[in-house]
């Protein structure tokens, strides 16, 4: 019976040995785990302020491409104005003098020249500053195309005019000039 006793105590100390490694493990676990927990939530978090940075800059976005999308269209419709005044002034001669000289009643009436002096809004100034920069765009693209044409020109008008090359050799110069081919 004693070596019975004996085993089961044996046995007890080895069961609380493999207890202790156990709530050892368990305890590290634990750690790992809430450090884990710890490291997704703050991910999450991240997350979160990343997703609604991004939303609000996706609104301030939209909200500029709408602006810009009612500017140019204004812009547009502004151009095609100018265009078809323009279109209309040249088409038609007119005789009359200047509209900034012409008024009916001096004390009553305001010239161009006076109404062009009022302030104008930022957006009528944007939209100037559009419709400048445009003409100016184009009135280059067409210089840029004529210096081309007349580069062209050069070029074909010097093409044709072989000149006699000299090239030296060895001390010795050679002549080279256009051979003409005639055919019977």
């Known amino acids: 019976m004693q070596s019975e006793l004996d085993l089961l105590k044996q046995r007890v100390i080895e069961l609380e040995g493999e207890n202790a490694k156990l709530r050892?493990?368990?305890?590290?676990?634990?750690?790992?785990?809430?450090?884990?927990?710890?490291?997704?939530?703050?991910r999450i978090a991240d997350l979160e302020r990343s997703a609604e940075e991004h939303a609000e800059s996706a609104r301030q976005s939209q909200t500029e491409n709408a602006e810009l999308r009612t500017r140019v269209t204004k812009l547009e419709q502004k151009e095609t104005r100018v265009i078809t005044s323009e279109q209309e002034a040249?088409?038609?001669?007119d005789i009359s003098p200047p509209?900034?000289?012409?008024?009916?009643?001096?004390?009553?009436?305001i010239s161009v020249s006076q109404r062009e002096a009022e302030p104008k809004s930022l957006e009528e100034k944007e939209e100037d500053e559009f419709v400048d920069s445009m003409y100016k765009e184009q009135v280059g693209k067409e210089i840029i195309r004529n210096i081309k044409e007349k580069l062209r020109d050069q070029s074909a008008m010097s093409s044709k005019?072989?000149?006699?090359?000299?090239?030296?050799h060895d001390h010795k110069t050679i002549q080279s000039e256009p051979q003409t081919s005639t055919q019977n």
């Open 99 to 109: 509209i900034e000289d012409f008024c009916f009643d001096k004390e009553d009436s």
């Open 90 to 93: 040249s088409s038609t001669k």
């Open 24 to 42: 050892e493990t368990i305890k590290e676990k634990d750690e790992y785990v809430k450090l884990r927990d710890a490291e997704l939530n703050n």
């Open 161 to 168: 005019i072989n000149p006699v090359i000299e090239t030296s």
